[in-house]
Nanobody, 123 residues
Framework: VQLVESGGGLVQAGESLRLSCRVP????????IGWFRQVPGKGREGISC????????YYSDSVNGRFTLHIENARNTVYLQMNSLKPDDAAVYYC?????????????????WGKGTLVTVSS
């Protein structure tokens, strides 16, 4: 399973970015997909995950109300719309896929990972 992320970059605090994760060949009808982020010296934080079998989406407290996960089935792509960005949001962002859908937004619950895309937020 190949995951191709894009959309990272440098923005100012308060601005928006949209990250994309294309997963060729994956059916999103019955999948677990997640967005994680990592800063140096820390583990990967699960910030938004979706179980498409039950259409349930999780957001961490740190991003709830500002970030939105969205799937476009026709393009085999999952997006993370990030609004009102803060300097604390700066990190490498990863998308991940689980072999079986579930409701756990933790690193160990996902099997395939993209290479990450860097988001930098200036104050």
């Amino acid at each position: 399973v190949q995951l191709v992320e894009s959309g990272g970059g440098l923005v100012q605090a308060g601005e928006s970015l949209r990250l994309s994760c294309r997963v060729p060949g994956l059916s999103f009808d019955d999948a677990g997909i997640g967005w994680f982020r990592q800063v140096p010296g820390k583990g990967r934080e699960g910030i938004s995950c979706i179980n498409t079998s039950y259409d349930t989406t999780y957001y961490s407290d740190s991003v709830n109300g500002r970030f939105t996960l969205h799937i476009e089935n026709a393009r085999n792509t999952v997006y993370l719309q990030m609004n009102s960005l803060k300097p604390d949001d700066a990190a490498v962002y990863y998308c991940a896929v689980a072999e079986f859908p579930h409701d756990y937004c933790i690193e160990d619950a996902f099997d395939y990972w993209g290479k990450g895309t860097l988001v930098t937020v200036s104050s």
